[in-house]
């Protein structure tokens, strides 16, 4: 069974600096997907940034990005210029793309943003 | 913008109780998700939905859920006879294809069972 792993149970930043948040997951696939979301208090679950495994170059969106290492297994996320609308949890999740529709979820950072 | 929207946002239940949770996905979404995330742990998969039919479920959807989209715009999540250990978030979600484009979460319902 596919696992997500989030070891960093809370971090926090100062606006206007960088924050590295990691990801690492297990799996025997060769194809499938990775994928960041943001959960503000609001409690609504948003896309941040999405990976396919094939694809060698690192997905970019806007003040995000990933580090994608398909040989570690790491997928971790990169907030430039931290805003403090960025303060949420932030979870990192898996599918295997195998005709599979379940997303596998890391058990999520929370994200400080220090004015 | 379009978005998912669930009700209640809370919902308290008596243990043994019927529930019904309540979504309407987004209109032109063809796929359709239920995840729960109990306080402190991680956001789980429980069923989604496609073509009128469950196509893949976990093991924690057991006989006592089950889904259904009776009018062609709400997507409902029934749990049959609620333990206290269903007291959760649970979230919708949409798709306009297989996941691997994009979920859309709803709100989430917080479920408590008493």
């Known amino acids: 069974a596919q696992t997500v792993t989030q070891s960093q149970p809370e971090m926090s930043v100062q606006e206007a600096e960088t924050v590295t948040l990691s990801c690492t997951y297990d799996?025997?696939?060769?194809?499938?997907?990775l994928f960041w979301y943001k959960q503000p208090p609001s409690r609504q679950m948003i896309l941040v940034i999405r990976?396919?495994?094939?694809?060698?170059q690192n997905a970019t969106e806007n003040r995000f990005s990933v580090n994608f290492q398909k040989a570690a297994k790491s997928f971790s996320l990169k907030i430039s210029d931290s805003q403090l609308g960025d303060a949420a949890m932030y979870f990192c999740a898996y599918n295997n793309g195998a005709g599979s529709y379940q997303l596998t979820f890391g058990k999520g950072t929370k994200l400080s943003v220090i004015p | 913008e379009p978005e998912v929207t669930q009700t209640p946002s809370h919902q308290v239940t008596q243990m043994g109780q019927e529930v019904i949770l309540r979504c309407v996905p987004i209109?032109?979404?063809?796929?359709f998700y239920w995840y729960r995330q109990i306080l402190g742990q991680k956001v789980e998969f429980l069923v989604s939905f496609y073509n009128n039919e469950i196509s893949e479920k976990s093991e924690i959807f057991d006989d006592q859920f089950s889904v259904e989209r009776p009018d062609g715009s709400n997507f409902t999540l029934k749990i049959r006879s609620t333990k206290l250990e269903d007291s959760a978030m649970y979230f919708c979600a949409s798709g306009a294809g297989q996941l691997s484009t994009e979920a859309f979460f709803g709100q989430g319902t917080r479920l408590t069972v008493v």
């Open positions: 799996t025997s696939e060769s194809d499938y997907y």
């Open positions: 990976q396919e495994a094939y694809k060698q």
């Open positions: 209109s032109n979404h063809l796929y």
